[in-house]
């Protein structure tokens, strides 16, 4: 079907029901929307032209889920609906599956909502935009760093020492940019619950086994799970095999975010 006429169908039905946004799965086109149209470049798409109407509507769903929790996570849509316009089908889609997918609120009593969101979406766009064209993995522990410091040393000198606590708080996005050159170095980051970043290139010295994880993750995965099982902390991990995002406490893996799914308004 003419994908400019379903964007233009999904923008009216959007304006129609005072959707938050329109989520089009298909390529940019132009079209008159009065709410904020988000482009979503999802690479399996293709799969779904073999599979019946009931299937492509349960994929879809799966599909608006991922695309949710971002644009849940960017723009903080805390509720409301979103009009998802795949090649296939429309969906009118409820913001509150995705809040109650990653419930920031979850991790309160350990970090700050604006440092959760902060680290998510940072974590995010590591995932997504890897390093000079290759992809990366990096983790993220939050916690009391004096706490924190008993189960870890510093594998590398470390790059944050000495800076202006301004220069380190992560929830103020001009200070990404050195993140992401860190994280290509081994070890985690950790950060205060405050969100200042205290040190990259740290080595977590616990013992994995007091975790109990599905197989398949490596060395870094485990260590920031058993570190959130040890002490109150918050583990977030960017796997440079998959891309997923994982979020850890008390060692288990409470969300996974797929960064495939690219969005862009
Ligand atoms: N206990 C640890 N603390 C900090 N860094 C670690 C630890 N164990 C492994 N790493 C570092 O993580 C890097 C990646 O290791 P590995 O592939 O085993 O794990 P991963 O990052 O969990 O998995 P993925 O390949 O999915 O990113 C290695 O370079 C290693 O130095």
Same mark, same amino acid.
């Given at each position: 079907?003419?994908?400019?006429?379903?964007?233009?169908?999904?923008?009216?039905?959007?304006?129609?029901?005072?959707?938050?946004?329109?989520?089009?799965?298909?390529?940019?086109?132009?079209?008159?929307?009065?709410?904020?149209?988000?482009?979503?470049?999802?690479?399996?798409?293709?799969?779904?032209?073999?599979?019946?109407?009931?299937?492509?509507?349960?994929?879809?769903?799966?599909?608006?889920?991922?695309?949710?929790?971002?644009?849940?996570?960017?723009?903080?849509?805390?509720?409301?609906?979103?009009?998802?316009?795949?090649?296939?089908?429309?969906?009118?889609?409820?913001?509150?599956?995705?809040?109650?997918?990653?419930?920031?609120?979850?991790?309160?009593?350990?970090? =700050?909502?604006?440092?959760?969101?902060?680290? /998510?979406?940072? @974590?995010?766009?590591? $995932? +997504?935009?890897?390093?000079? *064209?290759?992809?990366?993995?990096?983790?993220?522990?939050?916690?009391?760093?004096?706490?924190?410091?008993?189960?870890?040393?510093?594998?590398?000198?470390?790059?944050?020492?000495?800076?202006?606590?301004?220069?380190?708080?992560?929830?103020?996005?001009?200070?990404?940019?050195?993140?992401?050159?860190?994280?290509?170095?081994?070890?985690?980051?950790?950060?205060?619950?405050?969100?200042?970043?205290?040190?990259?290139?740290?080595?977590?010295?616990?013992?994995?086994?007091?975790?109990?994880? =599905?197989?398949?993750?490596?060395?870094?995965? /485990?260590?920031? @799970?058993?570190?959130? $099982? +040890?002490?109150?902390?918050? *583990?977030?991990?960017?796997?440079?095999?998959?891309?997923?995002?994982?979020?850890?406490?008390?060692?288990?893996?409470?969300?996974?975010?797929?960064?495939?799914?690219?969005?862009?308004?």
């Amino acid at each position: 079907m003419n994908e400019q006429l379903l964007v233009q169908t999904g923008a009216d039905l959007a304006e129609e029901i005072g959707a938050r946004a329109v989520v089009a799965f298909t390529r940019p086109c132009t079209c008159q929307a009065k709410v904020p149209l988000i482009w979503v470049q999802d690479l399996q798409l293709d799969i779904l032209k073999d599979l019946s109407m009931c299937e492509i509507l349960s994929v879809c769903e799966h599909h608006m889920l991922d695309a949710a929790v971002q644009v849940y996570l960017k723009d903080r849509f805390e509720d409301g609906t979103v009009v998802a316009v795949f090649p296939y089908a429309i969906l009118v889609f409820d913001l509150e599956k995705a809040k109650n997918f990653v419930n920031i609120k979850e991790y309160e009593d350990i970090v =700050p909502r604006d440092v959760m969101y902060a680290v /998510l979406n940072l @974590a995010l766009e590591i $995932a +997504v935009e890897g390093r000079e *064209g290759r992809a990366i993995g990096t983790a993220f522990v939050i916690g009391d760093p004096t706490k924190i410091a008993r189960h870890s040393h510093q594998a590398i000198l470390n790059p944050y020492a000495g800076h202006d606590p301004a220069y380190r708080d992560v929830t103020n996005r001009e200070n990404w940019e050195s993140v992401k050159e860190f994280a290509q170095i081994d070890g985690v980051f950790v950060l205060d619950t405050e969100g200042t970043l205290q040190s990259a290139g740290t080595y977590l010295d616990v013992n994995a086994k007091v975790v109990d994880l =599905p197989p398949g993750l490596g060395g870094r995965h /485990l260590a920031t @799970a058993a570190i959130t $099982a +040890v002490m109150p902390a918050v *583990g977030v991990t960017v796997s440079e095999s998959g891309g997923l995002v994982r979020v850890f406490r008390d060692g288990v893996c409470t969300i996974t975010i797929r960064s495939d799914i690219r969005i862009t308004s």
